[in-house]
């Protein structure tokens, strides 16, 4: 097996791992994330009735020109926070959707926090 595919199948098994046990509701939604090379995707979800209630992205117009760095995660977290605010969610779970707490996930977290919101 390639190494990518090998790296990319451990991921995978880490987030079934986690998916077991993180659910979102609409008063607590489940707040996933995913990041490539270039950019950061982020999305609010209910799994109750499987809707997506917000989303950020670093392709959209205003972030396209932003880094996939640690400076720019936490832009785009209190970015995200702001728009969960205005949908009047006051708390979230949090998925890190098998990547380990730590550098842009751990940033786009305490971005989150920073706008207000709970984990």
Excluded at 8 to 25: E, L, Q, W
Excluded at 58 to 83: D, F, H, Q
Aim: aromatic share 8%.
């Amino acid at each position: 097996m390639k190494p990518i595919v090998r790296k990319n199948h451990r991921r995978d098994k880490r987030k079934a791992h986690i998916r077991k046990r993180v659910s979102g509701t609409f008063e607590k939604p489940r707040v996933s994330v995913f990041r490539s090379n270039l950019h950061l995707y982020a999305q609010v979800i209910d799994d109750t009735k499987g809707v997506t209630i917000c989303n950020i992205s670093g392709v959209e117009k205003e972030y396209a020109a932003l880094r996939n760095n640690v400076e720019n995660a936490k832009k785009l977290g209190l970015e995200l926070g702001k728009r969960m605010s205005s949908k009047n969610i006051k708390t979230c779970v949090f998925d890190r959707n098998g990547y380990k707490y730590h550098g842009i996930v751990k940033s786009f977290a305490d971005g989150i926090r920073e706008a207000g919101i709970e984990f």
